[in-house]
């Protein structure tokens, strides 16, 4: 599934495994279930403010968001 610029919310299977933090923007192949979710206003505050946000950004969040989410048994990171 190639969802080209869209970002998708990746979570690991019973958390069995995690990646390294400074992999933004490099390409990686995922193994698992995808699906559609919506975010609630208040969890996407939180990703907002674990991400370092201003308050004014965090206030600007309103609306429930529809995301494409992944629960992954395996990550291939491309190197």
């Not at 998708?8 to 069995?16: I, R, S």
């Not at 400074?22 to 995808?34: C, H, T």
């Not at 699906?35 to 996407?44: A, N, T």
């Not at 206030?59 to 048994?73: G, H, P, R, Y």
Request: negative net charge.
């Amino acid at each position: 599934l190639d969802i080209g610029a869209e970002e998708a919310m990746v979570k690991f299977k019973d958390y069995g495994f995690f990646m390294p933090k400074n992999i933004a923007d490099k390409e990686v192949i995922v193994n698992g279930k995808a699906f559609v979710s919506e975010v609630s206003i208040e969890e996407q505050r939180h990703y907002a403010e674990d991400a370092g946000k201003s308050d004014e950004e965090i206030a600007a969040i309103t609306q429930v968001k529809k995301t494409l989410s992944l629960e992954a048994d395996g990550v291939l990171l491309i190197e």
